[in-house]
């Protein structure tokens, strides 16, 4: 029987298995790499792998610091957060389950027509939002941004259907264009919801962190809902509430800085005019402006430069006091010594000549300083003194350096001179460059028998939750510039400058002469020389008021004043010294109270009694207008900063309002209230109401004209 054949493998078949085992660890190798991969790598196509891990099972709710406010010495706000509030209307309709209680847009020409009243615009440009489609609600642009309380409660009052607001906060400065400069502006980022209001100029740049504080949180792991996982922590981190900071500014002195300038603006033209005053005796700024000014809520600036310590500029003959007083402090000045006044010749044949070229003849180096002699200061630096000596001295006084009196950008200004004609320039106040508040505090050398204080505008910094002061400033010596013997020739001087006969400084008198100082005019620098116009020239003045018992020293100084006058700085001068010696007459400093400070709760829909009973708990002054059983407005709004200084009003339900009495108040605060009564108010002058044209207790309905007069407190 014959066998049969062993069937042959197929090659092939054999191979097959083995390729398959090998394509399998193939692809399982690409598995554990990809596996690895993964595991090991924070960023994967571009995304943060842990990042986006953690935002889908982790909440975090942010808790906003409130920003500190800003105060001046006595109490007054002067930068806050206030509550805005912005417009949204919902236009789903399945938002309304009760077709007797809708909560949707339902009539959007009528809900136009009656917002389009109170938001001062057409009914169309509310229309184009509410006839948007397959939107679930929108927002209303412009328009519906930057609600005020007063006027949410206007538009409240409507009860339209889907008509609601969202909430937030804004930077607010009660003053307006106040103290702009020195407390420059903060805000939030546009278009943010719940962005950090950031200081972007003034103090509110430089204290930024301090006022800011810092945000806090909560978080905690949550489930696909949103809800919390039962028994996982919760991290939670308190907000640190932003600090207030107490400015050393008297605001009413600042006011009358600012009513003084504002005087000469009708009369005179200038590039910029800077007033600074600061405390003879402890270096506090008092006041300082300078116009023109801006608005920091709506911050029409036209120069981001604050001219008393941002913007150096050559001084001109007010910086003869210094060299006088160097001459003095180096024991070669004799005041009876002569010299020929007029023009002077350098070594090189350079004629600097007084600015009566044809001089006053053969005169004393007193005679000089009151003639503000450009010859006198040439001739008492060449035969007695030298560019070191000089340099030194001005260095010692503060030129060159900064103050730190606490404001941003603050320049040191540049003493740079060598060579003859350089050295003669500067010793009366060309060729460097300096600042109002250097001016300042080397005049405190003056004020302190010889003693140099350091500026200062920053008072205190204190926790707005437990009162505390974290910080407070006071009076800093500097060093000694000066002996008696100097500071009392150099009043001498300075006082016979103003109210001698004839001298450069007799439109600075006034009955009492007690305003003693220096005036200054300097050249402005041009690309190819110094400018040859008649208003091409820096007028300034340093002053001491009152000279027998300094109580301020002042610093003014206005950039091309038209006709190239002194008169606008010599009328705000004395306007301003009218002012503080009625002032001082009757408010001394030292006798400032402690004021108390509180954050206004929501009045409205409260019944009057208890919001009396309230209100007497706290010490907050009020006033109540109308006889109503319940409040209905309020001025200030809700969430405002008031001090124990400020007074609160409410309006009743009463339908007959009678009118209240503003004699006294600010023009702002009187405005503010006729505004909330829905008075039409007309303004006739600046400063306080002197008298209203309705008699308090007189009846007053929505729309009812009134004229307020106003005039200086002084």
């Not at 003194?385 to 606490?406: N, P, Q």
């Not at 106040?429 to 001016?439: D, E, S, W």
């Not at 040859?532 to 000279?547: E, L």
Request: glycine content about 8%.
């Amino acid at each position: 029987m014959r066998k049969k054949k062993a069937k042959k493998k197929d090659k092939n078949t054999i191979r097959t298995p083995y390729l398959f085992i090998v394509f399998l660890l193939f692809c399982f190798g690409i598995m554990i790499y990809r596996v690895v991969f993964l595991a090991t790598s924070t960023t994967i196509d571009g995304v943060d792998i842990q990042k986006l891990a953690k935002s889908r099972t982790t909440k975090k709710t942010i808790e906003y610091a409130k920003r500190g406010s800003i105060y001046s010495s006595d109490g007054e706000v002067l930068a806050q957060n206030v509550t805005t509030y912005k417009l949204i209307a919902y236009l789903d309709e399945s938002r309304t389950t009760n077709s007797n209680n809708p909560k949707h847009v339902v009539d959007k020409e009528a809900t136009a027509t009656k917002l389009c009243e109170i938001l001062e615009c057409d009914a169309s440009d509310i229309l184009k939002y509410l006839n948007k489609e397959g939107v679930y609600q929108t927002e209303l642009g412009t328009i519906g941004k930057n609600i005020s309380e007063i006027t949410k409660q206007k538009i409240d009052e409507l009860n339209l259907p889907g008509i609601d607001f969202i909430e937030s906060y804004k930077r607010y400065y009660p003053k307006g264009a106040f103290l702009s400069y020195a407390l420059g502006y903060a805000k939030s980022d546009e278009g943010q919801e719940d962005s950090t209001i950031k200081g972007e100029m003034g103090i509110e740049k430089e204290y930024d962190s301090i006022l800011a504080g810092e945000d806090g949180y909560t978080e905690y792991q949550k489930d696909l809902k949103g809800y919390k996982i039962a028994n996982t922590p919760t991290k939670k981190k308190e907000a640190v509430q932003g600090k207030d900071i107490y400015l050393t500014i008297d605001s009413q002195v600042q006011f009358f800085v600012d009513q003084a300038l504002n005087n000469q603006d009708e009369v005179y033209d200038w590039d910029w005019f800077n007033f600074t005053i600061v405390d003879a005796k402890t270096g506090e700024v008092l006041a300082t402006e300078t116009s023109p000014n801006f608005d920091p809520n709506i911050r029409n600036i036209t120069n981001y430069l604050d001219i008393s310590v941002a913007y150096p500029y050559e001084p001109g003959s007010t910086m003869k006091t210094y060299t006088y007083m160097c001459a003095m402090e180096n024991g070669v000045y004799n005041g009876s010594e002569t010299y020929k006044s007029g023009v002077y010749t350098t070594s090189d044949g350079t004629q600097i000549g007084d600015w009566n070229r044809n001089g006053w003849g053969i005169i004393t180096f007193d005679k000089g300083y009151a003639m503000s002699s450009n010859v006198g200061i040439i001739n008492l630096i060449n035969r007695h003194m030298s560019a070191s000596m000089l340099r030194e001295y001005f260095k010692k006084l503060g030129f060159g350096s900064k103050t730190g009196v606490g404001l941003p950008n603050e320049s040191s200004g540049k003493l740079n001179f060598k060579y003859e004609t350089e050295i003669y320039n500067a010793g009366f106040g060309q060729g460097i460059t300096t600042t109002p508040m250097q001016h300042v505090q080397a005049l405190t050398s003056l004020t302190n028998d010889g003693i140099l204080l350091k500026p200062y505008i920053i008072e205190k910094i204190v926790d707005s939750e437990t009162g505390e002061v974290v910080e407070e400033n006071s009076r800093t010596e500097i060093s000694r510039v000066a002996s008696t013997t100097t500071v009392e020739k150099m009043m001498q001087l300075m006082d016979d400058c103003v109210n001698g006969v004839g001298n450069t400084g007799s439109g600075y008198r006034i009955d009492s002469g007690e305003l003693i100082g220096k005036t200054g005019t300097a050249q402005i620098a041009g690309s190819n020389g110094y400018l040859n116009g008649t208003d091409d020239i820096i007028s300034s003045f340093t002053g001491i008021y009152p000279k027998s018992d300094p109580k301020v020293i002042i610093y003014a100084a206005v950039q091309r004043p038209s006709g190239g006058s002194q008169k606008p700085i010599s009328n705000a001068v004395k306007e301003v010294v009218a002012n503080l010696e009625n002032y001082y007459g009757e408010n001394q400093k030292s006798t400032k109270i402690d004021v108390e400070e509180y954050t206004l709760s929501n009045y409205t829909n409260s019944s009057v009694e208890n919001t009396k009973t309230i209100l007497n708990s706290k010490n907050i002054n009020y006033i109540i207008i109308g006889n109503g059983d319940k409040i209905v407005k309020q001025y200030p709004s809700v969430n405002s900063s008031i001090t124990s200084l400020d007074t609160l009003y409410l309006v009743t339900n009463d339908e007959n309002i009678t009118m209240p009495n503003l004699i006294g108040l600010s023009y702002k605060v009187a405005k503010a209230i006729c505004l909330t009564l829905d008075l039409d108010v007309k303004l006739d002058g600046n400063g306080y109401v002197t008298n209203q044209s309705i008699a308090e207790g007189t009846s007053i309905t929505k729309g009812t004209q009134i004229a307020l007069t106003l005039s200086p407190k002084f």
